[in-house]
């Protein structure tokens, strides 16, 4: 492929990269404002209801019909599904109980776990300076935990582990890209988040677990009830977001290479901070302001340097 077609693919999974980071900030936004009412299996079984709809409805008749849920890979679809469910979950669990602003931040290890993932399981490239640019980022995200100190939470090592199964989540797309659409990708991410989240809410949705004692435990073991008539614009946000940032983010992975669309994620920080400052009226520490600083300028010089680089050295191969 030339370098002008390498070109082109980045900047097609760049545009859906970004997209797919502010639909996912309004995910991050609405589960926050309903951590404190709900359990997290009824919000995630609600909304894998909307976005299974939104997909038949509007997705799927404009990408094969009924073909996208043909795969050839069904257990590489459980595996990536399994991580992304486990991911969001620890997220959201991390979203209950922490300021939304530190929780993205922390997650903000993705990017790096991806970056390090991508040399390990998929023989791409990361040149010296991008791992001091890993590094640096990586300080950041220890500032604002604090591991060791008075400050530190245990509910900060959610966003940590969910950053993890993310980028573990992006290797298995990787792998399977080239015979796998991002429609069919996102299909069965939907329906594993339905299953599970119905599985859960069977078990334990009765709320007989619950006992007050953490933000976190109470938002994963309370019990399912009622709606909100306020509420179900939300939901039916949680939904349409989910389902279309699921997609996107599956293309841009497919199009581009891992290194390239991570750093684009940082958007997702300043995002952040300006939901917590409208909605929540938090304002990050002065630690986190400066955790926040290394991650992005560690995200942005990755990101000046693979422009450079994808200029000059062949491209990898891959298919739209």
């Known amino acids: 492929m030339s370098v002008v077609a390498v070109q082109g693919n980045n900047t097609v999974g760049a545009f859906c990269a970004l997209t797919a980071i502010l639909c996912f900030s309004f995910v991050d936004l609405g589960i926050k404002l309903l951590s404190e009412g709900y359990a997290l299996h009824q919000i995630v079984f609600l ?3 909307v976005s299974l709809t939104v997909f038949l409805l509007i997705i799927m008749p404009f990408n094969g019909g009924w073909r996208v849920f043909y795969t050839r890979r069904p257990g590489a679809h459980l595996l990536r599904g399994t991580f992304i469910v486990c991911a969001n979950v620890c997220l959201f669990l991390g979203l209950a109980a922490l300021p939304i602003a530190d929780a993205v931040a922390i997650f903000f290890i993705s990017p790096l776990a991806i970056a390090v993932m991508s040399v390990i399981f998929l023989k791409e490239t990361v040149g010296p300076r991008r791992w001091i640019a890993i590094i640096v980022g990586l300080i950041g995200v220890l500032l604002i935990v604090q591991p060791g100190t008075d400050a530190f939470q245990l509910a900060s090592l959610l966003p940590a582990i969910s950053a993890l199964l993310y980028g573990a989540m992006h290797m298995v797309t990787r792998k399977i890209r080239d015979t796998e659409s991002a429609s069919t990708m996102t299909v069965y991410v939907v329906l594993l988040f339905l299953v599970s989240s119905a599985i859960i809410g069977l078990l334990i949705g009765d ?28 939901i039916l946000m949680l939904g349409i977001a989910g389902v279309g940032g699921s997609l996107l983010v599956s293309q841009a992975y497919r199009l581009s290479e891992a290194a390239f669309v991570a750093p684009f994620e940082y958007v997702a920080m300043p995002i952040a901070i300006l939901w917590g400052v409208m909605f929540f009226d938090t304002w990050p520490a002065f630690n986190a302001w400066a955790g926040i600083a290394l991650i992005l300028g560690s995200g942005l010089y990755m990101l000046w340097r693979e422009n450079r680089a994808s200029a000059v050295k062949p491209a990898p191969r891959y298919r739209r």
Do not use: C, M
Request: no cysteine; aromatic share 12%; hydrophobic share 45%.
């Open 47 to 49: 909304r894998s209801l």
């Open 207 to 234: 709320g007989r677990y619950e006992t007050g004692a953490h933000p976190a435990l109470s938002f994963l073991l309370r019990a399912w009830g009622p709606v909100a008539q306020g509420d179900i614009w939300i």
